[in-house]
């Protein structure tokens, strides 16, 4: 049987790709280059083949993310490493005011093919400044798409379909992802399949075959798909709640009447996500469904999201702070009743 790859392995194969088929793809990060490769080696063996241009950076992330947008206006393509998603926040100002507005803010479209790859959430002891979900703070912002890497949609295709859409966008890479198996052939597990939907945010169904119509559908990203997927089988197995589980590829912009035949199945919705509370991607996405399936739900859209308060260090700390399986279970069990 052939060796799954794991997703930080997709991620370098897709890079590989990238810079091999088109020359004027450049990636800037610190310590991307060899023998390193990236502080979760998702750069790994690119500086010894395209050494012109993969560039590592000095510790200026305003900077490298100011260099990417420079390139991307000058026709070429950038990918932009950020060590820690943390650290995004530093390079908010030239990916806000510089790479989003150039698209459209010089009378005429421009090209901006600029991806900012951001390793980003917890369960990994890294500690407050380094294990934060910050993707609600770039929500909303014209010409700025989002997405988050799953272990069901290939990464050369991520990447792809966000250069070739020409405006700058943010990749968050859930670090407890990278070293998980991609998932492949339909199969999650012995219990759960999966399907890729046809919809623009390319999102991924996970069921239960021969189960009928499920009582819950829950919507997450994809740093959540291995708790939530936990969440699900425990709650299928032990208490006889079926639950469907879709896995978008893009965050925002997202269509959710693009998914409202799928939606439609169930008359419980529940979003999953890793940010806190308030004006969060979950949320905006729960009102927008509250809005179009509010004549058939039996409840309102359930938002599920961290406690308020920093990650911390402390695994059984962290553990609290962070949305796990027992608690997915819990409030679904909870609101079921």
């Known amino acids: 049987m052939t060796r799954r790859q794991r997703v930080a392995e997709n991620l370098n194969s897709a890079l ?4 091999g088929a088109h020359p004027g793809t450049y990636l800037i990060g610190e310590d991307v280059a060899d023998p390193y490769g990236g502080a979760f ?13 993969v560039l590592s950076s000095p510790l200026s992330e305003g900077g490298i993310a100011g260099v990417g947008a420079g390139l991307a206006l000058a026709g070429n393509r950038s990918v932009v490493e950020m060590m820690f998603s943390d650290f995004a926040a530093l390079a908010f100002d030239p990916l806000l005011n510089f790479a989003a507005k150039s698209v459209s803010m010089y009378g005429r479209r421009v090209p901006m093919s600029m991806v900012l790859r951001c390793p980003t959430g ?22 700025l798409h989002l997405r988050e890497v799953s272990p069901f949609h290939d990464n050369q295709r991520v990447l792809t379909a966000m250069l070739d859409r020409e405006e700058p966008g943010v990749l968050f890479e ?3 992802l990278y070293t998980r198996a991609m998932y492949q052939d339909g199969v999650v597990d012995d219990l759960f399949r999966y399907e890729v939907l046809a919809d623009p945010s390319e999102t991924a169904r996970v069921f239960a075959p021969d189960c009928g119509p499920p009582d819950w559908i829950v919507l997450a990203p994809g740093g959540l798909t291995e708790r939530a997927v936990t969440a699900l089988r425990t709650l299928l197995l032990e208490e006889e709640i079926t639950c469907e589980l879709l896995v978008p590829s893009q965050l925002y912009p997202f269509d959710s009447k693009a998914l409202l035949p799928v939606l439609s199945r169930a008359d419980r919705i529940c979003v999953l996500e890793d940010s806190t509370a308030d004006g969060t991607w979950g949320e905006l996405l729960a009102q927008q469904l509250h809005e179009q399936l509010w004549s058939r739900l039996a409840r309102p859209v359930l938002p599920l999201s961290a406690e308020p308060s920093i990650v911390p260090t402390a695994a059984h700390l962290e553990h609290d702070v962070l949305l796990q399986p027992s608690t997915i279970h819990r409030a679904i069990m909870e609101a079921t009743k």
Do not use: C
Request: cysteine-free; charged content about 25%.
């Open 174 to 176: 859930d670090k407890v």
């Open 41 to 53: 080696k998702v750069t790994r063996g690119l500086s010894d083949r395209f050494p012109d241009r």
């Open 16 to 19: 590989h790709h990238l810079l």
């Open 122 to 143: 917890g369960n990994r002891g890294y500690g407050p400044t380094h294990s934060q979900s910050l993707q609600k703070h770039f929500l909303g912002i014209p010409s």
